[in-house]
């Protein structure tokens, strides 16, 4: 079993749905973080949580440290966030990361 | 100010052949962290180093694998006789500090991208 899974692997959506991301993970952590990464390969930091809920645009990020659980969720979906959603968390100074959420957003 | 920068963008090497892949950290970033996709899988930790030190290599293969950050000049991780195996996304990111607060989160760079011929 992962240290860090991820729900659903794969996930389709006509533009303007809601979308939610599941990460749960198993280890200790320091932080959680939620990361996006395109078609070509670049990563970028979309949040870093230790509690709590963070609001970015049409992004939100919430996490339950007691559940071990953190969800993401994009509001009015858009075809520009097709591409993979990454949750990783802090354990040490290391990050374990979840194999990803591939997301398509259709017009 | 600029990002993590990574290079080469793209790297082919044959069967044998040294890898070099370097990273520059943002300004002002003294942790520098390498993670390693291979082809469909997730990301995995490979090592942590600060400046001349090596702090948590437990991720990197123990063999034709090393890391450096010296005190002048850029992160390197170096592969030697490379492997088909060894073709994969190698991702750089730094952070200001260590442990718990934001000075911790990690910033990517854009990665470097190693073909094995």
């Known amino acids: 079993k992962n240290e860090v899974e991820q729900s659903p692997q794969n996930l389709t959506a006509q533009e303007g749905e809601f979308i939610t991301i599941n990460c749960s993970y198993s280890v200790g952590i320091s932080a959680l973080h939620w990361l996006q990464q395109h078609p070509g390969g670049g990563i970028v930091s979309l949040f870093m949580?230790?509690?709590g809920k963070k609001k970015h645009g049409r992004l939100i990020a919430t996490i339950n440290i007691q559940e071990k659980h953190s969800s993401l969720h994009i509001t009015a979906s858009h075809p520009r966030d097709s591409a993979v959603y990454i949750c990783?968390?802090?354990?040490?100074?290391?990050?374990?990361f979840g194999t990803g959420t591939r997301l398509q957003v259709f017009p | 100010n600029a990002g993590v920068m990574q290079n080469p963008r793209h790297l082919v090497r044959r069967r044998g052949q040294e890898a070099r892949l370097r990273c520059s950290p943002m300004k002002g970033h003294s942790h520098v962290y390498w993670y390693r996709q291979l082809p469909e899988e997730g990301l995995k930790f490979m090592v942590y180093?600060?400046?001349?030190?090596?702090?948590?290599e437990s991720g990197m293969p123990k063999e034709r694998f090393s890391a450096e950050f010296p005190k002048e000049g850029p992160s390197i991780l170096r592969i030697q006789q490379v492997v088909r195996g060894d073709s994969a996304a190698y991702f750089c990111a730094s952070s200001w500090t260590s442990g718990g607060g934001r000075g911790n989160e990690q910033f990517f760079g854009p990665g470097t991208r190693l073909t094995v011929l």
């Open positions: 949580l230790s509690s």
């Open positions: 180093l600060q400046k001349e030190n090596i702090i948590d």
């Open positions: 990783a968390v802090r354990n040490t100074d290391k990050l374990i």
